[in-house]
C-alpha cells in the first residue's frame, strides 16, 4: 500500500505531466535591445557623473567676496551686504567617443563640452573685534522648469565663514587666514525625444536587425554636498581699487549621483519583428573629490559702495563672479 507521502508524491507527478512544467519564456530581438540599452546608458550616467562629483564640492563653495580688509565693530566699516552672480564652468568628455551597443550617445543626451553652470549668490558680512569678522553666503536658484528646452533645475546652498588679519599697514600689504563651512544641495535635468532607427546587432544570437527606437530620456543630476575649506588671502588697498589674491584648500565629502532614465518602446522590424518598453532608470553615484586646492584673484573697485570681479579655481574649474557691496 502507498504511504500517504508516497500518494502525494504520485498526484504531483501525474499533475506535472497532464499540465505540463512552465517554461521560461524566451528573449526577443526587442528584448535584447532593451537589455543593451540599459548597459549604454550605464556608461553614459558614469561618463558624465565623473566631471560633476569632481566639480561639484568647489561649486558649492563659489560667492565669497573675501579681500584681506578685515572689517571692525568698533571702528568701521562694520557691516557690508553684497549681491552677485557668477558660473562654474564644467568640462565633460565628449559622448560621441562611448561604444554603444543599442543606444547612440550622441541620440540619447545632448550636452555641451562645458557646461556653465551659474549661481546667484547674496553676502552679509560683520565685523567682530581685534582683526575679526563673520560671513554669511547664501546661493539660491529657484526651481526652474523649461518644457520647451528639456531643463529643469533648483539649488540652495548657504555658507559660514570667520576671517582674522594677521598683517596690515601703510607699507605692507593686507594678509588675512579664514575658515569657512559651506553645504549645497540640488538638482538639473535634461529631458530628450529620442527617435533612433538603424541597424542593432544582437550580441545575443549574433544577428543584425532593423531597429527603431521611440523614448523619452531624461539625464538628472542630483548632489548634496559639504564642504570645510581654509585659505590664506594677500592684497593692497590702493584707494580706489584693492586687489587681491588666495591660496587654500578644501576638504569635501556628500553624494553626487547622475539618473539616465527612458519611457519609451523599441520595435525590431526585420528579419523578425517583436516589440518591448523600453521603461528603466540607470544610476551612478559617487562622493566629491575629497581634499582639493583653491585659488581666488579678483580686485574690488570704489569706497563704500563696492564692485568685485572674481575669479576661483580648483585646478580643474574654472569659475568667475562679479558682485556689488554696500559698507556702512
Known amino acids: 500500500m502507498f504511504s500517504r507521502k508516497n500518494l502525494l508524491r504520485l498526484v504531483l507527478v501525474l499533475s506535472a505531466g497532464f499540465f505540463g512544467v512552465p517554461q521560461r519564456t524566451a528573449a526577443t530581438p526587442a528584448d535584447d535591445f532593451v537589455t543593451d540599452m540599459t548597459t549604454d546608458y550605464g556608461n553614459i550616467a558614469n561618463t558624465v557623473n565623473g566631471p560633476f562629483s569632481k566639480s561639484l564640492g568647489f561649486f558649492s563653495t563659489l560667492g565669497w567676496n573675501s579681500p584681506p580688509g578685515v572689517f571692525d565693530l568698533l571702528l568701521g566699516p562694520r557691516v557690508e551686504v553684497g549681491v552677485g552672480a557668477g558660473a562654474d564652468f564644467i568640462s565633460i568628455p565628449g559622448l560621441n567617443n ?6 547612440s550617445a550622441k541620440d540619447n543626451l545632448s550636452l555641451p563640452s562645458q557646461v556653465p553652470i551659474p549661481f546667484p549668490v547674496g553676502t552679509l558680512r560683520v565685523g567682530l573685534f581685534n582683526g575679526l569678522d563673520i560671513g554669511f553666503r547664501l546661493s539660491y536658484l529657484p526651481q526652474i522648469n523649461l518644457p520647451d528646452f528639456g531643463f529643469a533645475a533648483n539649488y540652495t546652498g548657504w555658507g559660514l565663514d570667520l576671517r582674522y588679519k594677521i598683517l596690515d599697514g601703510i607699507q605692507l600689504p593686507t594678509l588675512t587666514v579664514d575658515a569657512s563651512w559651506d553645504t549645497m544641495t540640488g538638482n538639473v535635468a535634461f529631458t ?7 541597424s542593432y546587432p544582437d550580441t545575443h544570437d549574433s544577428t543584425v536587425y532593423n531597429a527603431d527606437l521611440t523614448t523619452t530620456s531624461t539625464y538628472a543630476l542630483n548632489w548634496d554636498v559639504r564642504s570645510f575649506g ?8 590702493l584707494g580706489m581699487i ?3 589674491a588666495g591660496v587654500g584648500f578644501q576638504r569635501n565629502s556628500g553624494t553626487v549621483s547622475s539618473t539616465m532614465t527612458s519611457v519609451g518602446t523599441v520595435n525590431i522590424t526585420s528579419p523578425s519583428s517583436s516589440t518591448s518598453a523600453a521603461n528603466f532608470s540607470v544610476l551612478s553615484a559617487a562622493a566629491p573629490t575629497v581634499l582639493e586646492p583653491k585659488f581666488v584673484v579678483g580686485f574690488n573697485l570704489g569706497e563704500g559702495f563696492k564692485w568685485s570681479v572674481i575669479g576661483e579655481s580648483n585646478g580643474t574649474d574654472i569659475a568667475g563672479s562679479t558682485s556689488f557691496g554696500v559698507q556702512f
Not at 192 to 198: A, D, E, F, L, R
Open 98 to 103: 562611448l561604444t554603444s551597443l543599442a543606444a
Open 192 to 198: 530628450t525625444k529620442v527617435n533612433q532607427s538603424g
Open 230 to 237: 581654509a585659505k590664506m588671502t594677500i592684497g593692497k588697498d
Open 242 to 244: 584693492f586687489p587681491f
